[in-house]
């Protein structure tokens, strides 16, 4: 797994950024499928599989996204996003399994919270069972039980990001010299700085932090992308 983490180090934690500091994204339009088999697997994080169909969805809602804000995609830019969102796709999954060996647990409750909250799932201001199965079948292309899974899994590793998040924050003693370190040993702007400053140095701790946990699985987890394999035959 390490040579793949070498390998696809600067994707992978761009993707992880993104989701990291990210919300869900629940967005319906325009699908690009291709003819590929949609059922095959192009990634493998331990014993779970990520097939294109899945792959491909999660591209499709993320490029919607990107639309509604006026980003021009092309072939050679969804191409990328793709390899971009299953490297991120990968990361969830081994994040996942660490939660899991933390003991994160998501109730029902907690999981039947989240869905009704969710906005694609309202009808006449209030969460509409109808609307929730049609949503998750036509849109999402699973069954209820599978969306559910995979909430479940997105919530617990959103617990797990906010816990390296919480540990990776920077005390008041440590800004002050780093950011000394950082200005040549000026504090003529602190005051004003100090808050920004704080927050990306955070966010950056937060990254090494998650760097270095998935490091610590590599001779854990089996880790496989095969999305070259499945598109181009190689």
């Not at 319906?28 to 169909?53: E, H, M, N, P």
């Not at 591209?59 to 299953?86: C, F, I, P």
């Not at 990254?207 to 035959?233: A, F, K, P, T, W």
Request: proline fraction near 1%.
């Amino acid at each position: 797994m390490i040579s793949f983490l070498r390998r696809h180090q600067k994707s992978i934690f761009a993707a992880t950024l993104a989701v990291f500091f990210g919300g869900t994204f629940v967005g319906f339009g325009g699908y690009w499928f291709t003819d590929r088999d949609l059922q095959g697997a192009v990634a493998r994080v331990g014993k779970v599989k990520i097939s294109y169909q899945r792959l491909m969805t999660h591209v499709n809602l993320y490029a919607d996204r990107l639309r509604e804000k006026g980003t021009d995609l092309d072939d050679a830019k969804l191409t990328q996003l793709k390899r971009e969102m299953l490297n991120n796709m990968m990361v969830e999954e081994l994040l996942a399994i660490k939660a899991d060996e933390l003991g994160l647990v998501v109730t029902d409750e907690e999981l039947s919270r989240d869905i009704r909250a969710t906005p694609a799932f309202v009808r006449n201001g209030q969460f509409d069972q109808d609307t929730y199965f049609q949503a998750v079948r036509s849109h999402f292309r699973v069954t209820p039980q599978e969306y559910e899974r995979d909430r479940r899994k997105s919530i617990k590793t959103a617990r797990l990001k906010s816990l390296f998040h919480r540990v990776a924050k920077i005390s008041p003693a440590e800004l002050r010299e780093i950011y000394a370190a950082v200005n040549k040993g000026s504090m003529k702007s602190f005051e004003k700085d100090k808050e920004s400053f704080a927050a990306r140095l955070q966010q950056q701790r937060a990254l090494e932090l998650i760097n270095h946990c998935l490091r610590q699985m590599q001779s854990q987890v089996e880790i496989q992308n095969l999305l070259d394999r499945v598109e181009h035959g190689v």
